[in-house]
């Protein structure tokens, strides 16, 4: 299947700092979408990027496509506790490709 | 309240059983998928399927079986040839339309001992 590298695996932040995680493909990518995984729950949509150095924003939360659509950024500005989580890139098509997600712990 | 309903949330079963994790969706998505996940590893897909009485294997479908007879029920048994069975495995649907987001149960916790 399609492969996407997402980095880093694990990522510790005190409350307040910023949080950045990337996803990483060897081919182009038609469309990225990102998801948030708490602990113990399921993974919930996010957002999706479709256009060639497309930015999004949700309140703290930046997402970016790369100019040649084969990588994409997910940014938290001033973590908080509530952003505690994993977060997913997935590669869409007739199925969906995970990336291996990044598990974000923030400190108070 | 439309959704996806997966039960039970804990299963325990003995090595050499067979056991089937129900999945059940009141969104009317014509796409049902399910997903295994293993401690601090990525979501793999198993099995998918786009329309009734039709599935596709994913990347880790051995020792798995699904079936689609109506369009909200896709129930996948973990067959005695699983090797590996105890994992969280999650059930999502979407519209079938490119790049439609996938909207995910609550998962199943299966433990084989």
């Known amino acids: 299947g399609q492969q996407v590298m997402q980095i880093p695996q694990y990522q510790h932040v005190q409350e307040g700092e910023d949080f950045t995680t990337y996803c990483n493909s060897s081919?182009?990518?038609?469309?990225i979408q990102w998801y948030k995984q708490r602990p113990g729950g399921h993974p919930v949509f996010l957002i999706q990027?479709?256009?060639?150095?497309e930015v999004k924003k949700q309140k703290r939360l930046t997402f970016q496509f790369g100019e040649a659509k084969k990588n994409s950024s997910l940014h938290i500005t001033a973590t908080q506790t509530t952003d505690v989580g994993t977060y997913f890139c997935a590669v869409t098509g007739n199925q969906f490709y995970f990336g291996t997600g990044t598990s974000l712990t923030v400190i108070p | 309240d439309g959704g996806i309903t997966q039960s039970p949330k804990y299963l325990f079963r003995k090595e050499g059983q067979n056991v089937t994790l129900s999945c059940e969706q009141n969104l009317n998505h014509d796409a049902m998928y399910w997903y295994r996940q293993d401690p601090g590893q990525g979501l793999r897909l198993i099995y998918y399927s786009q329309i009734v009485n039709d599935f596709q294997k994913g990347d880790i479908a051995e020792g798995y079986s699904v079936s689609r007879e109506k369009k909200e029920s896709f129930p996948l048994t973990v067959t005695s040839a699983q090797k590996n069975p105890t994992a969280f495995y999650l059930c999502?649907?979407?519209?079938?339309?490119?790049?439609?987001?996938?909207?995910f149960g609550n998962g199943t916790r299966l433990t084989v001992t």
């Open positions: 999502a649907s979407s519209i079938y339309r490119e790049n439609s987001p996938l909207h």
């Open positions: 990027l479709v256009k060639s150095g």
């Open positions: 081919t182009t990518l038609s469309n």
